[in-house]
T-cell receptor, first 111, second 116 residues
Framework: AAGVIQSPRHLIKEKRETATLKCYPI?????VYWYQQGPGQDPQFLISFYEKMQSDKGSIPDRFSAQQFSDYHSELNMSSLELGDSALYFC??????????FGPGTRLTVL | AQKITQTQPGMFVQEKEAVTLDCTYDTSDQSYGLFWYKQPSSGEMIFLIY??????QNATEGRYSLNFQKARKSANLVISASQLGDSAMYFC?????????????FGKGTKLSVKP
């Protein structure tokens, strides 16, 4: 069965640089979520999209933005990167159903 | 406030034995969903089991079952016949912000170690 795809899987950036993370949800899923998991922490909700419209916002810094495109893939754009942005970033998708399926994550390291 | 509490930072279990991971939740919503995810050291989040607040039967998925006690606001995960591959971090989560599109909030997790 198709799963959520995230790219890249690993990313290394310098402070103050920008990064773009991509997510391809499971086909026909209508909702995409982004979560951030710091080292040794639980995942924290950043933002979600339902049918390409932003549906909810969590603890997402102003330096971050996200959108969902017509083909349902989503991108998380991160600017002015800080050391504290180093984390595992998950994308998840669901179809108005009970389960949220997570992608493998993008591990971002800011040096 | 909506919250998930996992009081066991780490647990050990002997291979082939059963183990219960505790989870309590706090919400004023009447309709909510409870989830368990497994996160191995490789980092991916693997969906294990789901329980809806209106489900009368406890959810089961293979060796996983969810002991749902609504009055106590608890949703404990029971893993039967533990295997070495079950060693991982386990997160309890609750869907919030209403509706089936709501995001998840997570507990701090329980690290399970299965001993041979």
């Amino acid at each position: 069965a198709a799963g959520v795809i995230q790219s890249p899987r690993h990313l290394i950036k310098e402070k103050r640089e920008t990064a773009t993370l991509k997510c391809y949800p499971i086909p026909r899923h209508d909702t995409v979520y982004w979560y951030q998991q710091g080292p040794g922490q639980d995942p924290q909700f950043l933002i979600s999209f339902y049918e390409k419209m932003q549906s909810d916002k969590g603890s997402i810094p102003d330096r971050f933005s996200a959108q969902q495109f017509s083909d349902y893939h989503s991108e998380l754009n991160m600017s002015s990167l800080e050391l504290g942005d180093s984390a595992l970033y998950f994308c998840a998708s669901s179809l108005a159903s009970n389960e949220q399926f997570f992608g493998p994550g993008t591990r971002l390291t800011v040096l | 406030a909506q919250k998930i509490t996992q009081t066991q930072p780490g647990m050990f279990v002997q291979e082939k034995e059963a183990v219960t991971l505790d989870c309590t939740y706090d919400t004023s919503d009447q309709s909510y969903g409870l989830f368990w995810y497994k996160q191995p050291s490789s980092g991916e989040m693997i969906f294990l089991i789901y329980q809806g607040s209106y489900d009368e039967q406890n959810a089961t998925e293979g060796r996983y079952s969810l002991n749902f006690q609504k009055a106590r606001k608890s949703a404990n995960l029971v893993i039967s016949a533990s295997q070495l591959g079950d060693s991982a971090m386990y997160f309890c989560a609750m869907r919030v912000n209403g509706g089936s599109q709501g995001n998840l909030i997570f507990g701090k997790g329980t690290k399970l170690s299965v001993k041979p």
